[in-house]
């Protein structure tokens, strides 16, 4: 009996010996999951959910710690046993995260049903208007537009967030030419990040670590570059004159710096006041104007794990309050790595819009400062199930880069890709105008006054009338030009072109004039009906169909004045011989004349002349260079009372 006892104790011992074990081994990784260093929690947590031992606890952080590593594959069957087992102890968030994984995998269906429980259980009414409208389908719309190049300057490590920089590019990478130690970040066992500049000098390409102070012991990644290239900002761990600074948890957060070109090296380190122990701030990008810094961070305020903020650079190194940029670009997960274009696009990635899985690339048009336009997917072959990230281009030319994790084509962990984009992408862009209408006299409004939009191709779009008010409200496609143009009877119509500009509504008041024509001998009865200027393609005079508009308006009035007659004169740019300038601009007189007796205009009540270059607008004249748009002023049409 006492041997069965002895034998008893000495099992149960085991165990409880087993399970303290099996405790010390889940408070290391758990700590070391608190620190981010994620490589050795998922190797402690592995060994413990293999010896048996489970809880909705260690699946959550196992499952986290694989996809914050980007290793989806071995995230995905993690989060299915979470989900399966304890459906009823998770957050919503899991449900978005297994989603993305499931992405990765390309399974889509099972991907799109985990979205939908997500946006349930989370009340995102967002992700349920995406999947009702096929997102895969709209991402397929904009794909195509891409031709990939390989970078041939990436390692077998990590090589991401590349950075217009001069003729060449900054970008960050654990590659650690030159260190005689190897520091590594526990987060995925990889070296440190330093920043590297790709310069192009007498046909040779180099890569080489950027001089000065700038590159540390620790992280250093995104960067941006003042126009004058003095001023750098850049990403850097938190650390700062050789000590590293940490928070209540002992994690070393993620800060802005700012550096200054002294002598062809970057100098003067300081942080800016934004900047937290106790959150992070990241992945800095300037305004087209530069007064603007736009960065990404999870500090207090933000709608998920990381947001983009702006802050406006006032200068003598202050700044203004982090501003958010709204639920519209902003999500319950991430939104990082932001660029913007010289036209106010802003690009960046998120894994919270709807996308191929992992980080995707996508735009939006932040034009005066609006952050509520539509969030488009730049679509294949940029974005992938992978992580898509870290994306610039020069629009003028349509090459750029951007960075992935993807399997194909990949020397290393991250990789930087080059493209060309072959189509500009199409943003949707629905603005508001609206105004009033009155008369130009009186200054009364006008009640019943129609009001039209007109594309560029002559075609109305939509109209309305004036309420009570005078008032009238339109919408219009933005990414186009249109005309604004608003009738009543008695009055010549007015119209308005509004060329193609994203943001804020547009404000467009009309003040009409009475139909009566009111000049005398030798005034410009263009002028005085407030025609468009008719204008004639470069070496020809046929008569343009928008011309045919305008000219009909002058047919209108000599019809209701019969004893209006009108002396139709001509001109050209002064592009072309001297001789030729006046046979075009007489055969344009005549054109014009022969059009109005077409329309039953009596030929005795008609005059045309041909002045050639004779009478410029404006200084374009015999070698002076001007625009098409300053020649094109010269190519005109009046029409002068005669009597």
């Known amino acids: ?134 997102y895969l ?73 950027i001089r000065g102070e700038v590159n540390t012991r620790l992280h250093e990644s995104t960067s941006v570059v003042t126009k004058d290239g003095a001023t750098m900002y850049f990403t850097r761990n938190n650390f700062l004159d050789g000590k590293r600074y940490r928070d209540a948890q002992g994690t070393t957060r993620l800060k802005i710096y700012q550096a200054t070109l002294v002598e062809g090296e970057w100098m003067d380190i300081t942080e800016l006041p934004f900047n937290s122990d106790t959150y992070s701030v ?11 810094l736009y960065f990404v961070s999870d500090m207090p305020g933000s709608l998920g794990e990381s947001d983009i903020f702006k802050v406006q650079i006032v200068g003598d190194g202050t700044f203004g309050p982090p501003v958010n940029l709204g639920k519209t670009i902003n999500t319950e997960a991430r939104e990082t ?124 779009v939509s109209a309305t009338i004036t309420n009570a008010k005078g008032e009238y409200v339109l919408a219009l496609d933005c990414a186009k030009g249109n005309f604004v143009r608003a009738l009543m009877e008695g009055y010549i119509p007015s119209e308005e072109y509004l060329p193609s500009s994203y943001g804020k509504p547009r404000i467009v008041d009309f003040y009409l004039e009475r139909d009566v024509v009111t000049g005398g001998f030798g005034d410009d009865l263009a002028k005085l009906l407030q025609l468009s200027t008719i204008y004639f393609d470069l070496n020809k005079y046929n008569i343009r169909p928008d011309a045919e508009i305008e000219i009909q308006k002058v047919i209108v009035a000599m019809e209701k004045y019969p004893s209006l007659k009108i002396k139709v004169n001509a001109h050209t740019d002064s592009r072309g011989v001297d001789a030729y300038n006046l046979w075009l601009s007489q055969k344009r007189a005549e054109s014009t004349v022969e059009y109005m007796v077409s329309k039953g205009i009596a030929r005795d009540r008609l005059l045309g002349e041909g002045f050639g270059e004779k009478l410029l607008l404006n200084e374009c004249d015999d070698g002076v260079p001007c625009s098409r748009e300053k020649h094109q002023l010269n190519r005109r049409s009046e029409f002068i009372i005669l009597e």
């Open 282 to 292: 990241a992945h800095p990008m300037l305004s087209p104007d530069e007064k603007q």
């Open 137 to 209: 389908a709209r991402i397929e719309e904009n794909s195509g537009r891409y031709t990939l190049k390989t970078f041939p300057y990436n390692s077998k490590l990590s090589d991401f967030a590349p950075s217009f920089y001069q003729d060449g590019l900054i970008f960050s990478s654990d590659r650690d030419t030159g260190n005689l130690a190897r520091y590594r970040h526990t987060w995925n066992s990889r070296d440190f990040l330093d920043l590297y500049e790709l310069t192009t000098t007498g046909g040779d390409t180099t890569v080489t670590k």
């Open 337 to 460: 790595f932001p660029f913007i274009t010289d036209k106010d696009v802003l690009y960046f990635s998120s894994d919270g819009h709807p996308g191929l899985g992992g980080l995707d690339v996508f735009a939006t048009k932040i034009a005066f400062e609006e952050y509520d336009q539509p969030i488009v997917n730049v679509g294949k072959p940029v974005n992938t199930p992978y992580d898509d990230f870290s994306y610039i281009i020069e629009e003028e030319t349509g090459t750029g880069y951007f960075a992935s994790n993807r399997v194909e084509g990949s020397q290393g962990d991250d990789d930087i890709y080059g493209f060309t984009e072959n189509e500009p992408i199409q943003l949707d862009c629905i603005q508001e105008v609206t105004g009033t209408v009155r008369d130009r006299i009186s200054n009364e409004i006008l009640v019943g006054a129609t009001v039209k939009i007109i594309d560029e191709e002559n075609k109305e």
């Open 1 to 134: 009996m006492l041997r069965k006892v002895l034998l008893l104790l000495t099992a149960v011992f085991g165990i409880l010996q087993m399970g303290l074990s099996q405790e010390r081994r889940l408070e290391r990784a758990d700590k070391k999951y608190q620190e981010y260093s994620f490589s050795p929690a998922i190797d402690i947590y592995k060994k413990v959910l293999d010896k048996g031992y489970q809880s909705a606890d260690l699946l959550k952080k196992l499952g986290n710690s694989y996809y914050f590593n980007a290793k989806y594959e071995d995230a995905a069957p993690i989060y299915k046993q979470l989900i399966e087992q304890y459906d009823t102890v998770i957050t919503p968030d899991y449900y978005f995260r297994y989603a993305q994984t499931l992405k990765t995998l390309g399974a889509y269906e099972d991907a799109n049903a985990m979205m939908t429980r997500f946006s349930q259980l989370a009340e995102n009414n967002r992700i349920n208007d995406a999947l009702a409208e096929d």
